[in-house]
């Protein structure tokens, strides 16, 4: 890159980090797992295309969803998609259902939890009137 092309090829980390809301400290995680890649200029400061806002917002409302990086790597080009919800993603789908499947197993499992508890509670309030 010449020095006058800096300013107009891609982001540097501060301005993702601004336009995505996302830690520069994430970005570069990302960029580790390889979720997302970025230029090096000679100063060695990254430069990130446009494409990556994208990358990252969906990797963002992943992560909300519950999904972990490892999961996110699956999605493949998916995760590359202007919008998530516009196009039928296969990979989407199967890691969907498999945490849906370990959420319901979570959940059962504090289910039972719970109700051992309020079983114990009651039990103990019962003795401590008597």
Same mark, same amino acid.
């Given at each position: 890159?010449?020095?006058?092309?800096?300013?107009? @090829?891609?982001? /540097? #980390?501060?301005? !993702? =980090?601004?336009?995505?809301?996302?830690?520069? /400290?994430?970005?570069?995680?990302?960029?580790?797992?390889?979720? #997302?890649?970025?230029?090096?200029?000679?100063?060695?400061? /990254?430069?990130?295309?446009?494409?990556?806002? $994208?990358?990252?917002? $969906? #990797? /963002?409302? !992943?992560? =909300? &969803?519950?999904? =972990?990086? @490892?999961? #996110? @790597?699956?999605?493949?080009?998916?995760?590359? =998609?202007? @919008?998530? $919800? &516009?196009?039928?993603?296969?990979?989407?789908?199967?890691?969907?259902?498999?945490?849906?499947?370990?959420?319901?197993?979570?959940?059962? &499992?504090?289910?039972?939890?719970? &109700?051992?508890?309020?079983?114990?509670?009651?039990?103990?309030?019962?003795?401590?009137?008597?």
């Amino acid at each position: 890159m010449t020095p006058a092309a800096d300013h107009r @090829d891609g982001l /540097r #980390i501060g301005e !993702l =980090s601004r336009r995505t809301a996302t830690s520069a /400290r994430s970005l570069r995680y990302y960029e580790q797992r390889g979720l #997302i890649t970025a230029d090096r200029e000679q100063n060695g400061y /990254r430069r990130y295309g446009p494409d990556v806002v $994208n990358v990252v917002n $969906n #990797i /963002r409302v !992943l992560l =909300s &969803a519950g999904l =972990s990086v @490892d999961d #996110i @790597d699956q999605f493949g080009s998916c995760v590359r =998609s202007p @919008d998530l $919800n &516009a196009a039928p993603c296969t990979a989407a789908l199967d890691i969907y259902e498999q945490r849906l499947t370990t959420l319901r197993t979570k959940i059962d &499992a504090l289910e039972h939890l719970h &109700a051992t508890l309020v079983e114990h509670t009651s039990r103990l309030r019962a003795q401590l009137r008597d």
